[in-house]
Each structure stands twice: as structure tokens, then as C-alpha cells.
């Protein structure tokens, strides 16, 4: 593993989830914890408690301030994507 990189498997008895979670983040890099639980088959308890510890992270960031409804986003990943995309 990469310096600087967060390791989800320090997650503890939540780092399956994590990891099931953080896939799905991979195929669509902003979700919804409904999305997630659809994607993965897990829980909606599971996913968010999944999902919380890769906001923990510093993995995904939720982005609306909602208490429901949420959406989380793949910061990483959308840099990347959104890279060389700028406005001239």
C-alpha cells in the first residue's frame, strides 16, 4: 500500500461492508446509501455503517447535509475523472 493511502481493512469488523461499499463507489463515484444496499445485497444498516467508515477515511464524503436521503461522493475518483476538464 501507497503512503497517504487509507487501507480499508483497518476498518475492523466493518471492512467487508467497507470494501463491498467502496466497490460500487468505483462504478458510480457519487450514490446513494438505497443505491448501495440495491448494488451490494446487503443491509441498509450494513452499508451505511459501511459506508460511514470510508467517510472515516476520508474515502467517500457525503455531500448534500442531510440526516436522509444522502448522497456520498468518491473525491478521488472524480478528480480524476473531472482532470483536464477545466474551463479555458
Known amino acids: 500500500m501507497k503512503p497517504g493511502f487509507p487501507n480499508i481493512q483497518t ?3 466493518v471492512a467487508n461492508t467497507a470494501l463491498r461499499v467502496f466497490n460500487v463507489l468505483c462504478e458510480r463515484p457519487t450514490l446513494k446509501l438505497n443505491e448501495a444496499r440495491r ?3 446487503v443491509s441498509f444498516a450494513s452499508v451505511a455503517k459501511g459506508m460511514g467508515a470510508l467517510a ?3 474515502i467517500a464524503r457525503e455531500i448534500t447535509g442531510q440526516k436522509r ?9 472524480l478528480a480524476i475523472l473531472t482532470k483536464g476538464t477545466e474551463s479555458l
Open 69 to 77: 436521503n444522502r448522497i456520498f461522493a468518491y473525491d478521488r475518483y
Open 56 to 58: 472515516k477515511l476520508n
Open 11 to 13: 476498518a475492523g469488523r
Open 39 to 41: 448494488r451490494t445485497g
